[in-house]
């Protein structure tokens, strides 16, 4: 019975990916990757480069193959299709990230950002907004910026 209550109040909050969902909703690589293909569309387009960066950051962060890496971003993209808003990512990975991997994460960030060698203000307004969300000052997104560079 609590079980069935459960499903029925994370069903009706908003942002809370739901039971009915193919999210698997307590996976944080799903809400890492969501802020990856969030942050590679931010300028309109979703180039090559930018899905091939964020394939290989998930072979190699989260130590998946192809056929894996694939299936987290089709995940992915179908969860960031469904979010209301990105505080439901940014509010799992504070929670499940150390400091230290969410400066990984920042640093994945830019160099998804920064792969198709175009860098606009939708993509820097977004960068600074998920850093502020994912409790990053602005130094150690800087240090994420220089080090994906």
Known sequence: MFDALRRLVSDSVPGTPGAHSRVYPHDVRIAACALLVELSCADGTFSDAEQHRIMESLQR?????????????AEAAAA????????????????????????????????VVLADGHFDEQEAYLIRKLANLLELEPAFLSQARRSAE
């Open 61 to 73: 962060h989260f130590g998946v193959d192809e056929a894996g890496a694939r299936e987290l971003l």
């Open 80 to 111: 960031n299709r469904d979010a209301v808003d990105h505080f439901v990512f940014t509010r799992q990975v504070v929670k499940e990230y150390s400091l230290a991997q969410r400066i990984v994460l920042a640093e994945l960030m830019w160099q």
